[in-house]
């Protein structure tokens, strides 16, 4: 019998863990279950907390972690941090499995160095994200969060139907997608069935034939930003994507273009958006994520009349659970089993 530790939150709870877990491992498992405050406990964004050093975005202590682990061989989580500390001191431990896009709240080098198998959920928000990404467009192209803020405010703007200020259709835009991973072929495909004319860049990657075939260019990023009435952005940080997007990118788009950001905010020099979202030089921009999260309450991106904000949420639906459940689930099924895993890290 294989002993299976799960920590989930008010998001990922345990209990649909539980659930997939016992569904596809039937009566080889047997769980016991937690859950963090999270999302209504911050997690913790930092690398040095003594004991968590290279830890990011996670939610717990050690100690809670160990206590909770025990002689468990499996341990399941999405925030909770397993540091050098947790994994020195549970010897029995033989399987991770977080549920999120990247382990980053894995201490992997040490994991590796015991021959802890680590894996994880690439791409479990994508589709969650991508739809959130058309909506994002729609908001802030057709004055949606416009009308909405001065409405609240008891102010019924007629003034939105001007000609000088309404805004285009998805059917009459070119849209520039940045990053053609998991969420960006996905946002391409939604995007195609509202008519838009859609560039690409993505160095690594190729069009697919059905996006080839539907007319989807894939371009270099100067001709994309010069050509594009709205850009949105979606690869992954990394040393060659942080701050991509600047002082120069914008100055090269077209003048009144929009930029969405449901990706990473280090992707993007915010205070250079700020700047050209003030000139003029773009009409707007909406932000789901951004460098310091929380926000700073004093960030002047917040004061904008030109920008929609939420407090990055694009992954947050229901299906996203299901799918990072299903998937680790199916992870355990087959390290039971002595098959090869999906998606180790």
Known sequence: MTTVAIIGDRFMGSSVFEREILASCGDRVTCKCIDLAWPDEPMEHGYATPGLEGLKEYLGTPELVLDHLQDAQVLVTHLAPVSVGVLEAAPNLKLVGVSRGGPVNIAMDEARERGVLVVNTPGRNASAVAEFTIGAIIAETRNITKGHDSL?????????????????????????????????????KLLRAFGSKILVTDPYVQLSVEDSQDGVEQVALDRLLSESDVVTLHPRVTKETTGMIGKDQFAAMKPGAVVINTARGPLMDYQALFEALSSGQLGGAMLETFAVEPTDPNDPLLQLPNVTLTPHIAGASQKTVKIAAQRIAEEIRRWISDEPPLSPC
């Open 152 to 188: 609240r405010k008891g102010d019924y703007r007629g003034d939105l139907y001007r000609a000088d200020i309404v805004g285009n259709e998805l059917s009459d835009m070119c849209i520039g997608v940045i990053g053609y991973g998991n969420v960006g072929t996905r946002v391409v």
